[in-house]
T-cell receptor
Framework: EAGVTQFPSHSVIEKGQTVTLRCDPI?????LYWYRRVMGKEIKFLLH????????ESGMPNNRFLAERTGGTYSTLKVQPAELEDSGVYFC???????????FGPGTRLTVT | AQSVTQLGSHVSVSEGALVLLRCNYS??????LFWYVQYPNQGLQLLLK??????LVKGINGFEAEFKKSETSFHLTKPSAHMSDAAEYFC?????????????FGQGTTLQVKP
């Protein structure tokens, strides 16, 4: 069984540009999560999809962040326009049910200069 | 609001020594509790979890953790450290009554194992 994959692994962009991160969950996992870790800080929850619906988006920092999960398969997280404080590692995780284990991807390291 | 505190951002032990990583939580109702490990350039991997059964939870790679409600703690231990245990460890909680799988993480503890 393939694990959670994320693309790209690294992204370096300039302030004001747009970046789109992609997450492919484990096949059959209805629940998909995005988390972020800013350097030196704890990992923080961004949002939770159940299939294609946003179950909880309480962690989204502001309206520059847009997450989608069309068709309930892969998900994208777009940052537009990017700011310096958006730099960090973005993790995606997926799970079968709400209380089941969350399987994490390797993360995308985003650097905004 | 729930929160998690991991005492010590860096812990160093000698190979073969006891590993003790501390985690305290704050929650009005005992939550689900998790320990994750992250090896370099990899995603987080679940070590163990506490739901509501036995308070002593055994996980992978010889790790275990004990839930102590009176101390609001969920410390991670391993009797004998191996070099391969060097990694970053995260304690996390999830609310029982929540309708979301949102995990709240501690700050992480980097474990160094010296030969």
């Amino acid at each position: 069984e393939a694990g959670v994959t994320q693309f790209p692994s690294h992204s370096v962009i300039e302030k004001g540009q747009t970046v789109t991160l992609r997450c492919d969950p484990i096949s059959g996992h209805d629940n998909l999560y995005w988390y972020r870790r800013v350097m030196g800080k704890e990992i923080k929850f961004l949002l939770h999809f159940v299939k294609e619906s946003k179950q909880d988006e309480s962690g989204m920092p502001n309206n520059r962040f847009l997450a989608e999960r069309t068709g309930g398969t892969y998900s994208t997280l777009k940052v537009q326009p990017a700011e310096l404080e958006d730099s960090g590692v973005y993790f995606c995780a997926s799970g079968r049910g709400l209380v089941d284990e969350q399987y994490f991807g390797p993360g995308t390291r985003l650097t905004v200069t | 609001a729930q929160s998690v505190t991991q005492l010590g951002s860096h812990v160093s032990v000698s190979e073969g020594a006891l590993v003790l990583l501390r985690c305290n939580y704050s929650s009005s109702v005992p939550p689900y509790l998790f320990w994750y490990v992250q090896y370099p350039n990899q995603g987080l991997q679940l070590l163990l979890k506490y739901t509501s059964a036995a308070t002593l939870v055994k996980g992978i790679n010889g790790f275990e953790a004990e839930f102590k409600k009176s101390e609001t703690s969920f410390h991670l231990t391993k009797p004998s450290a191996h070099m391969s245990d060097a990694a970053e460890y995260f304690c996390a909680v999830r609310g029982r009554s929540s309708n979301t799988g949102k995990l709240i993480f501690g700050q992480g503890t980097t474990l160094q194992v010296k030969p």
